[in-house]
T-cell receptor, first 115, second 113 residues
């Protein structure tokens, strides 16, 4: 079974600064997908960013970018110019195929934005 | 926009009651999921379905069942609710290949007393 580890249960950052959330995973697969999901206090989880493992270029979505290190099995999320609306739980997820049980979530990182 | 709608945001039920949590998606997605979310445990898959009347057990199916009679609707059933089933329940849907984005509902907070 795959495992996804988010080693930071909680992170805090000043508004306008940059923060990096870490995620590591364990797999023997070579082709897979990685995701970061955001769950704000309203509770609806939304996709932040998606990375396909065969693509070497790191995905970017506006202020959100990832540092994908395939050999190290690391997939960190960088949030630049943090805003109050970025406060949320962030979940890293991994999918390698084989049905929905091939999708594994980390336990989440609670991000606090200090004004 | 994709919409996944969970019929009840907050429920309080008594131990032993039968509980239905309903979920509807409007994007003709093949896959539908029920997750349970607890602090410190992340999301755990209860059941998923990849087609009408098809279902597969996830990581924690005990005490739950599901029904998918129509493509857009996926119901989670607690046959006899227990206090340890107090939790947040998240419904989600996606296209058949799970490398596609999963879309979530707003969640249903269930308290069993």
């Amino acid at each position: 079974a795959q495992t996804v580890t988010q080693s930071q249960p909680e992170m805090s950052v000043q508004e306008a600064e940059t923060v990096t959330l870490s995620c590591t995973y364990d797999t023997s697969e070579s082709d897979y997908y990685l995701f970061w999901y955001k769950q704000p206090p309203s509770r609806q989880m939304i996709l932040v960013i998606r990375q396909e493992a065969y693509k070497q270029q790191n995905a970017t979505e506006n202020r959100f970018s990832v540092n994908f290190q395939k050999a190290a099995k690391s997939f960190s999320l960088k949030i630049s110019d943090s805003q109050l609306g970025d406060a949320a739980m962030y979940f890293c997820a991994f999918y390698s195929g084989g049905g929905a049980d091939g999708l594994t979530f980390g336990k989440g990182t609670h991000l606090i934005i200090q004004p | 926009d994709v919409k996944v709608t969970q019929s009840s945001r907050y429920l309080v039920k008594r131990t032993g009651e039968k509980v239905f949590l309903e979920c509807v998606q409007d994007m003709d997605h093949e896959n539908m999921f029920w997750y349970r979310q607890d602090p410190g445990l992340g999301l755990r898959l209860i059941y998923f379905s990849y087609d009408v009347k098809m279902k597969e057990k996830g990581d924690i199916p005990e005490g739950y069942s599901v029904s998918r009679e129509k493509k857009e609707r996926f119901s989670l059933i607690l046959e006899s609710a227990s206090t340890n089933q107090t939790s947040m329940y998240l419904c989600a849907s996606s296209r058949l290949h799970s490398g596609n984005t999963i879309y979530f509902g707003e969640g249903s907070w269930l308290t069993v007393v």
